[in-house]
């Protein structure tokens, strides 16, 4: 049953996987060759990601930012498509995923 639609990191969903039985452990390991933080590292970027209130950042981008973990411009616009990041919102969320490296 979906009991929320929030997106979520694959960090952070790891954490709501049980390892009980054989498909979640592999479930889980599939997710860490993928994922470069831990969970609450995630938690914790998504909160400063979030903290920066730009109104073009929105939960599913910030999703995106805590998997890829972009280190310059040209890759933090591959994740921004259809949106067009002013240079100093680019600086902001650059230097908030550095924290993170």
Not at 23 to 28: A, F, G, L, R
Not at 47 to 54: A, P, T
Not at 64 to 91: C, H, R
Request: hydrophobic residues 35%; aromatic residues 4%; proline residues 2%.
């Amino acid at each position: 049953m979906i009991k929320n639609t929030t997106p979520l990191s694959l960090a952070e969903a790891k954490e709501y996987i049980q390892s009980t039985d054989e498909e979640n452990s592999k479930i889980k390991e599939f997710i860490n060759n993928f994922s470069k933080l831990d969970s609450s590292k995630a938690k914790e970027l998504r909160k400063k990601l979030e903290d920066l209130d730009l109104l073009k950042l929105k939960s599913d981008n910030i999703s995106k930012l805590i998997d890829l973990l972009p280190e310059n411009k040209a890759e933090l616009n591959k994740i921004f498509i259809d949106i067009n990041l002013e240079e100093d919102e680019t600086t902001k969320i650059i230097n908030t995923i550095k924290e993170f490296l």
